[in-house]
């Protein structure tokens, strides 16, 4: 099949795809998705083939309106309302009971669903357009970084496809907050574009195992998501964490052969010029997590084109935005965290 590249302009193909039964790539505020009808089993399948996405990891359903969002559930916390209030739309998908019309296979067999509202101006007229749900996950090969970029969806699903809707480079890099509202207090399965600290805000929020995991247990996570290896360059990635990061990773490498193994670092603006003879990959400053967010996944990507054996990556804070961050960081490097 060949993968068209449309522009903004030619979105109406776009919707007479979904509406048809197609999948469709389109951009988001966080990543770019990989969409189809959420009510119709047959165009839900061919986001799960495209992907190579196991069949127990579940859809996050977009919508362009509450009340769209009313019809696929049965009861929303009070609580869960006031979250939508004020973070609809924006990069927050909540978790909650379905009702029958969400085909089973959105949802991984699971009786909830994760729905939201995106902010992006495609995405949403897009949804409305099609008068669809639109069940989207991100759009990229399963276990690879997300896409962030049009070139980006194109490397990994050209062919499998039919279309792209092209609108740049997404915001924010990161995908959304997950939050279990069918418990209370709310879940947070896993952290994305709202933060933990926003959430706290305005309700009840406990931490899912997952989130912080720096080991991969045995225990079934409540997101089946996370469960995964993910955001992974070919690479080998190692984590480096603590006070000292650049002098412990600068030592890791001289325990390197550096004639055979292609070493490169994920280092940000302050420190990137404490490496010598490495490839330097500059994620950010410190003191800009959302820009370290949004250059995160173009990043994990360049790792393999430029074709780096090994990569260490400098560690960040936890809190904040960074919480999304090293989540995801933790995830690329398979767990293989280094403390200096
Ligand atoms: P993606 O769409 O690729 O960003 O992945 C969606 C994430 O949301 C995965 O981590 C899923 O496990 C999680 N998710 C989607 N639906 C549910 C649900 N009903 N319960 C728990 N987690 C969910
Ligand atoms: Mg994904």
């Not at 067999?109 to 989207?136: C, F, K, M, N, Q």
């Amino acid at each position: 099949m060949k993968t068209q590249i449309l522009t903004a302009e030619q979105l109406d193909v776009a919707v007479e795809l979904l509406k048809n039964g197609e999948c469709v790539a389109f951009p988001t505020e966080t990543v770019y998705g990989l969409g189809a009808n959420a009510l119709d089993e047959e165009a839900v399948k061919k986001i799960f083939l495209a992907k190579g996405r196991p069949a127990d990891n579940p859809l996050i359903i977009h919508c362009a309106s509450k009340a769209q969002v009313f019809n696929l559930v049965t009861e929303i916390h009070p609580e869960a309302e006031i979250l939508m209030k004020h973070f609809w739309p924006g990069p927050l998908s909540l978790v909650l009971s379905k009702s029958d019309i969400v085909p089973k296979i959105v949802t991984g067999g699971l009786d909830t669903v994760a729905i939201r509202i995106p902010d992006h101006p495609l995405a949403l007229t897009l949804i409305e357009r099609s008068e669809l749900p639109i069940a989207a996950p991100s759009a990229n090969t399963s276990g690879k970084p997300s896409p962030t970029r049009a070139s980006h969806v194109y490397a990994d699903l050209a062919s499998k496809i039919p279309a792209i809707l092209d609108g740049g480079s997404t915001g924010w890099g990161v995908e959304s907050t997950v939050l279990d509202c069918t418990v209370y207090p709310f879940r947070l399965l896993r952290p994305g574009g709202v933060t933990v600290e926003e959430l706290r805000e305005f309700t009840a929020v406990e931490l899912d195992a997952g989130v912080y995991e720096d080991q991969q247990n045995n225990e079934k996570p409540r997101s089946p998501g996370m469960k995964y290896r993910h955001y992974s360059p070919n690479a080998t990635v190692i984590l480096v964490e603590g006070d000292n990061i650049p002098s412990r990773i600068n030592q890791l490498v001289k325990e390197q052969d550096l004639t055979t193994t292609k070493v490169g670092v994920l280092a940000t603006s302050e420190t990137k010029q404490l490496y010598s003879g490495l490839t330097v990959l500059e994620m950010g400053s410190r003191t800009d997590l959302r820009q370290i967010a949004a250059n995160l996944y173009h990043l994990l990507r360049q790792v393999d084109e430029l074709e780096l054996d090994l990569v260490y990556v400098e560690g960040l804070t936890n809190d904040q935005m960074g919480m999304a961050i090293m989540n995801r960081l933790r995830k690329a490097a398979g767990y293989k965290v280094v403390y200096s």
